[in-house]
């Protein structure tokens, strides 16, 4: 489910920019999430005290991975890419949380 949303925020932000397809939205939205995947599976074998630190690291990680994967697949300058990592982090966690909380409700009724 991130991957569309992904994809739908990327194309949002970077539609006045004909050369960039859905296509390639849908990689570099494949990469990031995949990243975060690798990120969370590592985070996941830590103790149950790092839980607190893996989050806040994990957080950074994203932030940083976001703003040098836009800026190196769509030729953004630093701070361009900073505003879009920002907005696109704001706009994915807006749309993903209704649909994480349909799925929580779906599995409370179930």
Known sequence: MTVPISVAILWLMFAWRRRFS???HA?????GLGFLALLSALASL???VL???ATFLI???AFVHAT???KGAY???????????LTLS???????????TGVMLLGLSG
């Not at 990689?27 to 990469?31: E, G, I, K, R, S």
């Open 51 to 53: 839980t607190g630190l």
């Open 27 to 31: 990689v570099v939205a494949l990469y």
């Open 22 to 24: 859905l296509y390639h």
């Open 90 to 100: 704001v706009l994915t966690t807006l749309a993903f949380a209704p649909f994480l």
């Open 68 to 70: 040098v994967h836009l």
């Open 75 to 85: 030729g953004s300058g630093w701070v361009q890419s900073v505003l879009r990592a």
């Open 59 to 61: 957080m950074i990680a």
């Open 46 to 48: 830590l103790p149950t």
